[in-house]
């Protein structure tokens, strides 16, 4: 089983925090001597720390940054066109 220490700064994983959360996708954006903080970002940023000895329940898989990308694409709210009315006077 792997531990937050283990995964690469700048770099995106899908895993599992612990049994009962979802699957998130995170990165590491620093690491101390004994923690790392991490940021999940789907479906809003959120920094959280980590022991760095602490083990990751299910670390699913890397993910290149066009693929982190794409799945954040998909929780960004679509741009809203805006509509002009002509008054009528």
């Given at each position: 089983m792997a531990s937050f220490?283990?995964?690469k700064p700048?770099?995106?994983?899908?895993?599992q925090v612990d049994a009962e959360s979802d699957i998130?996708?995170?990165?590491?954006?620093?690491e101390t001597k004994e923690t790392v903080l991490l940021r999940s970002y789907l479906p809003?940023?959120?920094?959280?720390f980590?022991?760095?000895d602490?083990?990751?329940y299910k670390l699913i898989e890397e993910?290149?940054?066009e693929t982190a990308q794409r799945i954040e694409s998909l929780y960004r709210p679509?741009?809203?066109?805006?509509?002009?009315?002509?008054?009528?006077?």
């Amino acid at each position: 089983m792997a531990s937050f220490g283990e995964l690469k700064p700048d770099t995106y994983y899908l895993l599992q925090v612990d049994a009962e959360s979802d699957i998130e996708l995170v990165s590491v954006i620093l690491e101390t001597k004994e923690t790392v903080l991490l940021r999940s970002y789907l479906p809003q940023a959120e920094d959280f720390f980590k022991y760095q000895d602490e083990p990751v329940y299910k670390l699913i898989e890397e993910v290149d940054e066009e693929t982190a990308q794409r799945i954040e694409s998909l929780y960004r709210p679509a741009e809203q066109e805006e509509v002009y009315e002509e008054s009528e006077e």
